[in-house]
């Protein structure tokens, strides 16, 4: 039992990588949570030689390199962003920068230069919110030898604020109602093939619609007492004598 258990977590597990890209590694990946008000968080999640080959920095692309976490900070450290953290990982033989940082309009993102490849817009339009982003020229810096094998992944997911009503990526999306994801060949980013990135929303968020609904649900329950605790009286007040001649 022990082993056709394991046998069958290992095939959903498989499944899930294979077909909703749930567990995928990525080589480069941007990862924005939008807000309405246009701020956001975005996590940067990169090999040390994709960086290097697709924004052009000068990091140690060595496997037993750590990154300098001063030197990352500086990078992604403008007038437009503010770094949070920033963590390093290692997979595949190769050094993996994680960076967290705050964005206070998305519109302005690039102009710091680790997103300088990217255009954004961010606006009204009708009854919806609109997000596009197009991404354009990488550096394609020579990295040498850094174990690529022809199969990385680039990647770009936005994390929406509110339901989403149209989206141009092809992946099987959106995942849990507001997650899309855009992915494209490290080979065709270096190459700078271009990325449009198109996405609309509504004008509520999910979390409003949601304390609205818990807001409906909890005064509908409240009602609901009410009337129970009113006909629990009502069956238990003492019968006037008119009443009890009656019976």
């Given at each position: 039992?022990?082993?056709?258990?394991?046998?069958?977590?290992?095939?959903?597990?498989?499944?899930?990588?294979?077909?909703?890209?749930?567990?995928?590694?990525?080589?480069?990946?941007?990862?924005?949570?939008?807000?309405?008000?246009?701020?956001?968080?975005?996590?940067?999640?990169?090999?040390?030689?994709?960086?290097?080959?697709?924004?052009?920095?000068?990091?140690?692309?060595?496997?037993?390199?750590?990154?300098?976490?001063?030197?990352?900070?500086?990078?992604?450290?403008?007038?437009?962003?503010?770094?949070?953290?920033?963590?390093?990982?290692?997979?595949?033989?190769?050094?993996?920068?994680?960076?967290?940082?705050?964005?206070?309009?998305v519109?302005?993102?690039?102009?710091s230069?680790?997103f300088?490849?990217?255009?954004?817009?961010?606006?009204?339009?009708?009854?919806?919110?609109?997000?596009?982003?197009?991404?354009?020229?990488?550096?394609?810096?020579?990295?040498?030898?850094?174990?690529?094998?022809?199969?990385e992944?680039?990647?770009?997911?936005?994390?929406?604020?509110?339901?989403?009503?149209?989206?141009?990526?092809?992946?099987?999306?959106?995942?849990?109602?507001?997650?899309?994801?855009?992915?494209?060949?490290?080979?065709?980013?270096?190459?700078?093939?271009?990325?449009?990135?198109?996405?609309?929303?509504?004008?509520?968020?999910?979390?409003?619609?949601?304390?609205?609904?818990?807001?409906?649900?909890?005064?509908?329950?409240?009602?609901?007492?009410?009337?129970?605790?009113?006909?629990?009286?009502?069956?238990?007040?003492?019968r006037?004598?008119?009443?009890?001649?009656r019976?």
């Open positions: 039992m022990r082993r056709v258990a394991a046998l069958a977590l290992a095939t959903m597990i498989a499944t899930a990588c294979g077909s909703s890209g749930l567990f995928r590694q990525y080589e480069y990946e941007e990862e924005m949570y939008l807000s309405l008000d246009g701020s956001a968080t975005v996590y940067v999640n990169t090999s040390v030689a994709a960086l290097d080959a697709l924004r052009g920095a000068s990091f140690n692309t060595s496997a037993n390199a750590l990154p300098d976490t001063a030197e990352v900070r500086e990078l992604y450290s403008t007038p437009v962003t503010r770094v949070r953290s920033v963590t390093w990982s290692r997979r595949s033989n190769r050094r993996f920068i994680h960076v967290r940082l705050d964005v206070g309009d519109r302005r993102l690039g102009e230069a680790p300088a490849w990217s255009a954004y817009g961010f606006e009204r339009d009708g009854n919806l919110y609109r997000y596009r982003q197009t991404v354009g020229h990488a550096a394609d810096k020579d990295v040498g030898e850094v174990g690529w094998t022809g199969r992944i680039v990647a770009f997911r936005l994390h929406l604020p509110s339901k989403v009503r149209f989206h141009n990526t092809t992946l099987d999306n959106p995942k849990r109602g507001n997650i899309l994801v855009w992915e494209q060949s490290l080979d065709d980013r270096r190459h700078s093939q271009p990325l449009t990135l198109d996405a609309r929303m509504d004008p509520q968020s999910i979390l409003y619609w949601t304390l609205q609904l818990f807001g409906a649900t909890f005064a509908a329950v409240a009602v609901m007492f009410g009337l129970v605790i009113w006909w629990i009286l009502r069956r238990g007040a003492p006037t004598k008119d009443q009890a001649l019976t």
